[in-house]
């Protein structure tokens, strides 16, 4: 979520945490107007999202140039974006969920389905060849979306992802790999896993918080086996060991605002993670 123009304010008291270690200043790739959420195309190209632009930003990392990739017609603002198929991503827009298929020229962007009983949809992660997992910040709720059918049907909901008083944003970031899935919950500063059947996508046991002190908006999964969140007000990227017995928080770049993070998908920048941020979309280069 983008928070920065609006909420700052707000988060005055939210914002103490672990103590960060010592920060690597990111690199601009381009420079974007509050960049919400970012995914990487197969041939490394990167997308970007605006939730106040119906504009899907495609953004050249070698020749930092960026463009309109497309226009998704019906859509005010765009949040949450997963690849569920080569070249064929889920996006988010306001109440609908929307196709982006890159396997057609010029790509081509199709309503799937709204999800009617929405709040406030935000993030957005891959799941299954045929569905992806929509969290909505405002229900504290996720829902498995079928991506041919438009089906949808709630399949978790726990306390963790409420909405904290009287802001409607609780979970927040989420992405799902081998039976678990990972998500934040913005106001309340936390990051948590939780146990979801692979085949029907429903919650199969109890939640487990990994932190409650520090703020997390949307994550991605690196390519040596670490999780990467990004921390909003906190102005960083953080890297994540899930495998540890008590794993925390470690600073690895200086992002403004940052929202979201996508792993280059190419030889020369498999090792960068592409942060979206309130100023653009930056490149942290992280150890794998
Ligand atoms: C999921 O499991 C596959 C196969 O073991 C592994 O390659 C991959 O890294 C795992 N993904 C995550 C995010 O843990």
């Known amino acids: 979520m983008f928070i920065q123009t609006i909420l700052l304010p707000l988060l005055a008291g939210l914002t103490q945490g672990t103590p960060l270690t010592p920060r690597q200043a990111a690199t601009q790739v381009v420079r974007l107007s509050s960049i919400e959420n970012v995914a990487v195309r197969p041939n490394g190209l990167i997308l970007a999202t605006n ?159 990994i932190w409650s002190n520090l703020m997390g908006d949307d994550l991605c999964f690196g390519p040596n086996g670490k999780i990467y969140v990004s921390t909003n007000s906190r102005n960083s990227l953080v890297e994540v060991d899930p495998t540890a017995a008590r794993p925390s928080a470690v600073q690895v770049g200086s992002v403004t605002g940052s929202t979201s993070c996508s792993f280059g998908r190419t030889e020369r920048d498999r090792n960068v993670a592409y942060v979206g941020g309130g100023q653009g979309v930056f490149a942290v280069t992280v150890k794998i």
């Open 51 to 209: 939730m106040n632009q119906a504009t899907l930003h495609q953004i050249d990392p070698v020749a930092k140039t960026s463009s309109t990739a497309v226009t998704v017609s019906g859509a005010s603002g765009l949040s949450g974006i997963a690849e569920f198929a080569p070249d064929v991503f889920a996006v988010i827009g306001g109440k609908g969920i929307y196709r982006v298929d890159f396997t057609v020229t010029p790509p081509k962007s199709t309503l799937i389905k709204t999800i009617t009983e929405a709040s406030n949809l935000n993030g957005l992660s891959a799941f299954d060849a045929t569905s992806v997992l929509v969290a909505d910040a405002g229900k504290g709720n996720v829902y498995k979306f079928d991506v041919n059918t438009g089906a949808y049907s709630e399949v978790a909901k726990d306390p963790t992802m409420a909405p904290t008083g009287g802001i409607p944003f609780g979970i927040d970031g989420i992405r799902y790999a081998n039976g678990t899935l990972w998500y934040t919950n913005i106001f309340k500063n936390s990051f948590h896993k939780l146990p979801l059947d692979p085949v029907t996508g429903k919650s199969a046991g109890a939640q487990t918080t």
